[in-house]
C-alpha cells in the first residue's frame, strides 16, 4: 500500500474494480485487495457503494469476461452482503453536486463525477479506487486512495 | 405460526410513511410487513456471522491485470444507441 495515512473510521467509498478484483484469483490486483478488505473488517470501517457500481462490475464480469449473468450478479451482491457494505442511492441535489464537479475540473470523466456525485451527496469523502486520476480534481470534496 | 405479542416502536417518522407505503404496495399489512422486514435482517444478520466473508474471494480466474475505467464501460453501449 501506498504511505498515505489511511482513516479507517471514516466512511469510504468502494468502487466498482474492487469487486471485480476481490473475486478474481488471476488479477495482479487480488492479494492487494483481499488485503484491504481485511484492513476494512479489522477496524470495522463503514463502507458504501452505489447501486451504479454493482451494475458496473456486473457488466464487466458478464461483457469483458463472459461469467454468466446470473453468477455474477450472485457473486457482487454476496461480497456487498458479506461486508456489509452499504448502497447509497442519488437524491434530488446530486445533479447540483454533479453540476459543481463539471466545472471544477477540466477533465471529461462524467461518469466518475457523477459517482463521486452520489458519494459525497450521501456524506462520504472517502474512496478506494484503482482509477485515482479519474478523480484528481476533486481534491478538496473527495479524497482517493488506491490499494494498489 | 409463532404467538403473536403487541410491541411499541420509536421509529423516524419518514421510514413509517415509507414503510406504510411499500406495505399497501405490496398488498400486506403494516403488521405483516414489518415482522417479514424483521425476519429478513435477522436471517441476513445471520447469514453473515455465519459464513466467511471472503468464501467467494478469488473464486473466479479472469486475469484482470489492467485498471478498468467507467468510461469505458458506459461508451460502447451509448455509441450503440446514438447510432453511431
Known amino acids: 500500500?501506498?504511505?498515505?495515512t489511511i482513516n479507517y473510521a471514516k466512511k469510504w467509498g468502494i468502487?466498482?474494480?474492487l469487486l471485480v478484483y476481490f473475486l478474481d484469483a488471476d488479477s495482479k490486483f487480488h492479494q492487494p485487495t483481499i488485503t484491504l478488505f481485511k484492513d476494512l473488517l479489522k477496524h470495522r470501517t463503514p463502507t458504501y457503494t452505489t447501486?451504479?457500481?454493482i451494475i458496473e462490475a456486473h457488466r464487466v464480469l458478464v461483457s469483458l469476461y463472459h461469467i454468466p449473468q446470473k453468477i455474477a450478479l450472485e457473486n457482487i451482491v454476496e461480497i456487498i452482503n458479506s461486508f456489509n457494505i452499504h448502497i447509497v442511492t442519488p437524491s434530488s441535489l446530486t445533479l447540483n453536486i454533479y453540476s459543481n464537479f463539471?466545472?471544477?475540473s477540466k477533465k471529461n470523466d462524467l461518469f466518475d463525477f457523477y459517482f463521486a456525485s452520489i458519494l459525497v451527496d450521501n456524506n462520504i469523502h472517502h474512496l478506494f479506487t484503482n482509477n485515482t486520476k479519474d478523480f484528481a480534481g476533486l481534491k478538496k470534496h473527495l479524497i482517493v486512495h488506491s490499494p494498489f | 405460526m409463532s404467538n403473536l405479542i403487541h410491541?411499541?416502536?420509536t421509529i423516524p417518522e419518514d421510514i413509517y410513511t415509507q414503510a406504510r407505503i411499500v406495505a399497501a404496495y405490496n398488498q400486506t399489512s403494516f403488521s405483516q410487513f414489518v415482522s417479514n422486514t424483521l425476519k429478513n435482517g435477522i436471517n441476513i444478520q445471520s447469514a453473515s456471522t455465519t459464513k466467511?466473508?471472503?468464501r467467494l474471494a478469488g473464486s473466479l480466474h479472469l486475469?484482470?491485470?489492467r485498471s478498468i475505467h467507467r468510461n469505458e464501460i458506459y461508451d460502447d453501449k451509448l455509441r450503440k444507441k446514438m447510432g453511431y
Open chain 2, 52 to 54: 466467511d466473508p471472503f
Open chain 2, 7 to 9: 410491541a411499541t416502536i
Open chain 1, 15 to 17: 468502487d466498482s474494480n
Open chain 1, 1 to 4: 500500500m501506498k504511505s498515505m
Open chain 1, 51 to 53: 447501486q451504479n457500481n
Open chain 1, 102 to 104: 463539471c466545472q471544477l
Open chain 2, 63 to 65: 486475469g484482470v491485470n
